[in-house]
Structure formats: C-alpha cells, structure tokens
T-cell receptor, first 113, second 114 residues
C-alpha cells in the first residue's frame, strides 16, 4: 500500500512568486492534514480536511495560503505571494477516521529567497 | 491552546545504552500522546502512542510512560542501536480532537555512537 506522497520534495522560489504543493493521501483516508515546520521549531498544524470539506483551518497563517481538496482525494496548498518567512518543511498527513493514527508524508522543503 | 515542551533538544548515547526523552503538556484535557521518529529525508513515522487511561506502554525496545497528574510523558529506548539515530517528536492531542490534530514538541536529535 502506498503511503502519503508529497510533491515536490524541494522547491526554491523567489519572494513574491507563487508555489503550489501537492499531497496524495493514503487511498481511502478521508482525513487529510497539513502541517509546517519552520527551522528549529515545532511542527505546527495548518488545517484539516474531512473529504473535501475544511474541518479546521485555525492554523493557517494568513490569506496568502490557500488549501483545496477538490473531490476529496489529493490536496494542494498554494502560497501566493510567497514571503521569506514561509520557508520551512510542509508536511501532509492522512488518517482513515477521526480516531485513528495519522500517517505523514516525507514533506516538501520550501525555500523562499 | 495546548503547549508541548520537549527536552533535551539533542542527545548522544553510546550503542547499547538507554535514551530517555521527556515532554510536558499544558492542557489537562489532552488524552492521546504519540511519538514520531523522523529519519533523514523522510517524514515523521509513528513509533508508539499512549492514551490517558494507561500509565505505561511497551513495544520491544521502546516504552512510553505517562504521568497525568504531573502532565508529562517520556520515551524510553533501551539497548540503543545506530539505526535509532533520528529526530524524535512527542505530540499531544486534546480530548475531543481528531487524533491527527496534534501539538508537537520541538524535537530531539538522538545520535547513537557505535
């Protein structure tokens, strides 16, 4: 069974540009989460989808971040326009139900220069 | 919201020795405490978890203990091996939240020297 996969693994963009990260959850997992780790700090929650609906987006930093999960399968996280402080590793995780463990992808390392 | 503190930030041990990583949490309503291991170039992988109705859980060389009164939990790795070298994260999930809604500590870089 394939795990959670994220694309790309690395992205380097200039300040002001747009970047879109993609996450493919484990097949059949209704719950999808986005997290971010800024260097040296804790992994922080961004938002949670149940199927195609946003269940909790309390961790989204500001309106430059837009997450979508059309059709309830894969999800994208767009940052527009990117700022220097957006640099970090973005993780996606998925779980089958609300009460089962979350499995993480390998992350996308975003560097804004 | 919940706040999770993790210590130490780095830990070096000799192969065969034990390693202990400690975490504290602030929200007494938290009831699920997973530990994740992140190897270089990979994502965090769940290695063990404990719920608030249990004080200790073991899985081969790893164990987790939970003290609800003191609001702290610890990861114990015995007979460490070089392949245990990784970053370890503790996390907590508040009661009523989905188990994927986690508050993480800052991580501990464990190095096991052969």
């Amino acid at each position: 069974e394939a795990g959670v996969t994220q694309f790309p693994s690395h992205s380097v963009i200039e300040k002001g540009q747009t970047v879109t990260l993609r996450c493919d959850p484990i097949s059949g997992h209704d719950n999808l989460y986005w997290y971010r780790r800024v260097m040296g700090k804790e992994i922080k929650f961004l938002l949670h989808f149940v199927k195609e609906s946003k269940q909790d987006e309390s961790g989204m930093p500001n309106n430059r971040f837009l997450a979508e999960r059309t059709g309830g399968t894969y999800s994208t996280l767009k940052v527009q326009p990117a700022e220097l402080e957006d640099s970090g590793v973005y993780f996606c995780a998925s779980s089958q139900t609300l009460n089962t463990e979350a499995f993480f992808g390998q992350g996308t390392r975003l560097t804004v220069v | 919201g919940e706040n999770v503190e993790q210590h130490p930030s780095t830990l070096s041990v000799q192969e065969g020795d034990s390693a202990v990583i400690k975490c504290t949490y602030s929200d007494s309503a938290s009831n699920y405490f997973p530990w994740y291991k992140q190897e270089l170039g990979k994502g965090p992988q769940l290695i063990i978890d404990i719920r608030s109705n249990v004080g200790e859980k073991k899985d081969q060389r790893i164990a987790v203990t939970l003290n609800k009164t003191a609001k702290h939990f610890s990861l114990h790795i015995t007979e460490t091996q070089p392949e245990d070298s990784a970053v370890y994260f503790c996390a907590a999930s508040p009661r009523g939240s989905t188990l994927g809604r986690l508050y993480f500590g800052r991580g501990t870089q464990l190095t096991v020297w052969p």
